[in-house]
């Protein structure tokens, strides 16, 4: 399709998320300046990039938004998702963004208004509510068994967690056996699934986490804001997690992801520090 207006340079950077290592968290593509640009371009830069996600800044739509955001992967548009939301709050506020208030920006995006404080070095953003919760049905736990390789028996519990992203939680043992997984993607084809599993008492990291997308390119996600705010929201509400935690992700892939969760009031924190590894300008 033909670009609607003619390509100019704009802003970029591209930072790692949850991660106080530099390449070692969840890397993320974010056009600072991306007023004038359709869908289709957005979605043609988001597949280019061969990135998990690319987020476009916008001027909000909504009085009480400093910015708002649109969130591509390389094959489709999500209302919401985790690393994108501190990525992309991370960029705006190096940038020079000013919040309207002291203390907490508020993100416009499609499934809503998302807020995002500062926690000391880190952002931290408020998990939003889940559109879709609850038991998962026995054909989709069976073939997620058959995908992650164990018996049926060893699923211990499992929950729809959907804030975007359609994420099925899986609850394990330990983290040893969430380590020990090697994905048969093609089991659980269609299925998005995310595997968590608490460290030892006593271990600095609560919970080991690992996400699975199958697909065309089927993929393990380095680290996942919006599976941990899901099962935090999730493992805190029916006491199967303390009310904060730290959580790792990313262990098998070489990385050094690592998820702060707190809770404060009815609120769930999903935090983790970001840098910026890459600033520039991209043609668009």
């Not at 998702?81 to 705006?92: K, N, R, Y």
């Not at 309207?100 to 000391?120: H, N, P, S, T, Y």
């Not at 699923?155 to 729809?160: G, I, K, N, R």
Request: hydrophobic share 45%.
């Amino acid at each position: 399709m033909t670009p609607t207006t003619a390509p100019r340079l704009r802003p970029f950077t591209q930072v790692d998320v949850f991660t106080a290592e530099p390449y070692r968290g969840n890397p993320l593509a974010v056009v600072l300046d991306a007023e004038d640009l359709d869908a289709d371009a957005m979605q043609r830069f988001a597949n280019w990039t061969n990135l998990s996600e690319a987020t476009f800044l916008l001027p909000p739509t909504h009085p009480d938004a400093d910015y708002r955001v649109r969130i591509f992967t390389g094959s489709e548009e999500f209302p919401f998702a985790g690393h994108p939301t501190l990525g992309s709050a991370h960029a705006w506020l190096e940038a020079g963004g000013a919040p309207l208030r002291d203390g907490i920006l508020v993100q416009e995006c499609a499934a809503g208004l998302v807020r995002v404080k500062r926690d000391g070095g880190r952002l931290a953003f408020a998990a939003p509510p889940l559109t879709r919760s609850g038991p998962v049905a026995e054909t989709d736990l069976a073939r997620i068994a058959a995908g992650l390789r164990m018996p049926r028996e060893a699923l211990l519990d499992a929950s729809w967690l959907v804030n975007g992203p359609e994420w099925i939680g899986v609850l394990l043992d330990s983290s040893e056996q969430v380590l020990a997984i090697r994905p048969d993607y093609a089991a659980m084809a269609g299925l998005k699934v995310g595997v968590i599993g608490p460290h030892p008492a006593g271990s600095e990291v609560g919970f080991e986490v690992r996400t699975f997308i199958p697909g065309d390119a089927a993929a393990e996600d380095p680290v996942t804001g919006s599976f941990n705010a899901g099962a935090a929201q999730w493992l805190i509400g029916a006491g199967k997690a303390p009310e904060s935690y730290l959580a790792a992700q990313g262990t098998m892939l070489g990385r050094a992801g690592r998820v702060y969760i707190e809770t404060t009031g009815d609120d769930v924190w999903v935090g983790g520090n970001s840098m910026s590894c890459i600033e520039g300008f991209v043609l668009l």
